[in-house]
């Protein structure tokens, strides 16, 4: 009896340290996540392989919000609050961005030229056409950011350290493309 | 052997401490505060403990397992981690400096989650909400609401802006996704907006002087932080929150059927 006092006494207050410094942890430094769905092929995922990717989402990074275009992050989604989507940055809020059409019944602005507005970025899956990203519901608030994915954990043959790049097609415009379209009226500026 | 290495010395040792402890034990007399922490907990003096560990270091003898266990109510390890700490010296000095480091990080940490998932307290700046909530309030704010989906409308959030996820802004809820909001109430030619799947319409009170989901469009579910439920400071306004104003009510057709 005394034995099994004095081992829920130590288990209790292990657990009280344990319980609030893990999860400190994770909210501070970072936790590893399985990547699921196809919308990142073929970079996360890839069709080949049977079993999904394991990622490792770093939260110290983006403590400040500071996102670079090519990031992977992890983003909270605009219409699903509880879901975390993962999905590649390719604007950040300033940028002019060419909205690829890819789905019937998507938001559609007036013209291909969206203008990211302040505070939020563009981002896209890179299976282009199987994913549910800006093109569907425009740019996000940088706010929903949540982590940004630093290196593929697992399968260990997929072992690397994720850099930021943007696929050769997509990424934000130069400024005599934009000064271009914007004389031609067109280029979309959210309202905000 | 594998006693050893949990005990942080020969078992041997073990088997003679017991020895050595079982006659003449010296009572508790004045000790300074730490010693008298471990003299209550093992019943000896500090110094007896002390001598007593270092002349049985040496010592062979054979098992004897829970027989110490049972007389110091714990293991040797934690009575020779003890003395070390308890003890002076510059070895002493760093034990105690890493105890106080540790209990900093595990305090800091339960603050830390209390902060993030329990309650919070705010200081608030800025006009859109006056008359409610002026600048230099203080208010404290509960996380489970808006993590349990209970949010309703006329209730004030902080929430993250979308214009810059650095800052927070506190306005009210004036429509949850799936209602229609009414964009410029006092107009004469009234214009509605649905609000969207996984969004919220945010609204000022001050509703002349907000810059609020009028100027920046829904905002998503997941950037809003936590309710206020109390204003704290000034301490002749403290209490619960008003109710949304007049003009506000005009903003959600519900908000009216609801009587708020």
Redesign the interface.
């Known amino acids: 009896m005394q034995a099994a006092r004095r081992y829920f006494k130590s288990f209790a207050s292990g657990f009280v340290?344990a319980?609030?410094?893990t999860?400190?942890f994770l909210?501070?430094v970072g936790y590893v996540a399985r990547v699921e769905g196809a919308s990142m092929q073929p970079f996360l995922n890839p069709e080949d392989r049977s079993f999904n990717d394991v990622v490792l989402l770093n939260r110290w990074s983006v403590r400040?919000?500071k996102v670079n275009r090519g990031d992977v992050v992890s983003l909270?989604?605009?219409?699903?609050?509880e879901q975390r989507i993962i999905k590649r940055v390719i604007g950040l809020e300033g940028d002019t961005v060419k909205h690829t059409f890819q789905m019937p019944g998507t938001r559609t602005y007036k013209n291909r030229y969206v203008r990211v507005?302040?505070?939020?970025c563009w981002v896209e899956g890179d299976n282009f056409g199987h994913s549910l990203d800006s093109n569907f519901f425009g740019p996000?608030?940088?706010?929903?950011?949540h982590a940004r994915a630093s290196h593929i954990l697992w399968p260990p043959q997929r072992w690397q350290r994720i850099e930021p790049s943007l696929p050769t097609d997509r990424g934000p415009l130069d400024q005599e493309t934009i000064d271009h379209l914007e004389e031609q009226g067109a280029v979309t500026i959210?309202?905000? | 052997m594998g006693d050893g290495d949990r005990y942080g010395c020969p078992i041997a040792t073990l088997q003679s401490d017991i020895r050595m402890f079982s006659g003449g034990e010296q009572p508790c007399g004045r000790l300074l505060p730490w010693s008298a922490m471990l003299c209550n907990r093992y019943g000896y003096q500090i110094a007896t403990l002390q001598s007593d560990i270092r002349m049985f270091w040496r010592t062979a003898g054979s098992r004897v397992e829970g027989c110490c266990r049972d007389r110091y109510g714990c293991q040797i390890a934690t009575l020779q981690s003890d003395i070390r700490m308890f003890s002076g010296g510059l070895r002493a000095a760093v034990w105690k400096a890493a105890a106080v480091v540790g209990y900093a990080?595990?305090y800091?940490?339960?603050a830390?989650?209390t902060l993030?998932?329990a309650a919070d307290f705010i200081v608030c700046s800025g006009p859109s909400m006056e008359p409610t909530i002026h600048t230099q309030d203080v208010l404290i704010t509960e996380k489970f609401s808006v993590m349990m989906k209970t949010v309703n409308v006329g209730d004030v959030v902080i929430a993250?802006?979308?214009?810059?996820?650095?800052i927070f802004i506190c306005k009210r809820v004036a429509g949850l996704e799936g209602d229609k909001v009414c964009l410029n109430p006092g107009s004469f030619i009234k214009k509605y907006r649905w609000v969207?799947?996984?969004?919220v319409w945010l609204v000022g009170d001050n509703m002349g002087n907000s810059s609020d989901s009028r100027?920046?469009?829904p905002?998503?579910?997941?950037?809003l932080r936590s309710k206020v439920v109390f204003k704290v400071w000034p301490p002749g306004d403290s209490g619960s929150l008003r109710g949304p104003p007049q003009e506000m009510l005009q903003v959600l057709r519900t908000m009216k059927d609801t009587g708020r």
């Open positions: 340290v319980v609030p410094v999860v400190t909210d501070y400040n919000f909270a989604s605009p219409r699903d609050p507005p302040s505070g939020h996000v608030s940088v706010g929903l950011v959210p309202k905000t | 990080v595990q800091g940490c339960i830390h989650c993030e998932y993250r802006s979308p214009t810059n996820p650095n969207p799947r996984g969004h100027v920046y469009g905002v998503p579910y997941a950037l």
